[in-house]
């Protein structure tokens, strides 16, 4: 088992090796697993790879998120010229035509509100407007309007694994519970429990996928 600060360094390692990030304005403490980052970052899109990447690294129990997002002077914007440009990206996004999105900037902080057919395109929201220019955050509140159902997303899983030629849907369960899906059971590779959660969250009604898969 790792010590704090051998989960430190290894945490500063992997900020380092992050192409996308300047991992000198970010400062990473670990109190009994629990890593904290503090500092300043120039984007939203960085702020979340930097997390991606604390994420990544074995024996991280927690993160506390503390970074702020400074953005340089050529990519502050005027809340109403973010809006049309965050309104436009889930326009055009070929995820979305069926939802109904609508969205709120208030100093740079994006809001979704609405709905969304499945938990899939309610994430594809905030994709299609977290990496533009000027964004300080995202808080997603878009809501997914149909409910979910154990049997369809069982089958979802099972023609997603068909068609990747994978022969091991059988052997994964879903419980439903207000739109969050558990998954259950074994696989023979984290590609195969990545497909599943996939498939799982692209299914109707569902808002949240909690992944108990285990590799055998």
Known sequence: MKTDEQLRLDVINELGREPSLDASTIGVAVDNGVVTVTGHIPSFAQKLNAENAVQRVPGV??????????????????????????????????WLSNDEIKVRVENGWITLSGTATSGFNRQAAERAVRELKGVVG????????QKADARTIEEQINKAFEAAALRDAHR?????????????????????????????????????VVNYISLV
């Open 138 to 145: 995202v808080l997603n509140l878009v809501s997914v309007k």
């Open 61 to 94: 129990r927690a993160l506390a998120q503390e970074l702020e997002v400074r953005l340089p002077s050529d990519h502050i914007r005027d809340d109403s010229d973010l809006a049309e440009a965050a309104a436009n990206a889930i326009r055009w996004s070929t």
């Open 172 to 208: 994964i369960y879903a419980e439903v519970n207000d739109g969050t899906i558990t998954l259950r059971g074994h696989v023979r590779s984290w590609t195969e429990r990545e497909d599943a959660e996939k498939a799982a969250l692209s299914s109707p009604g569902v808002s949240k």
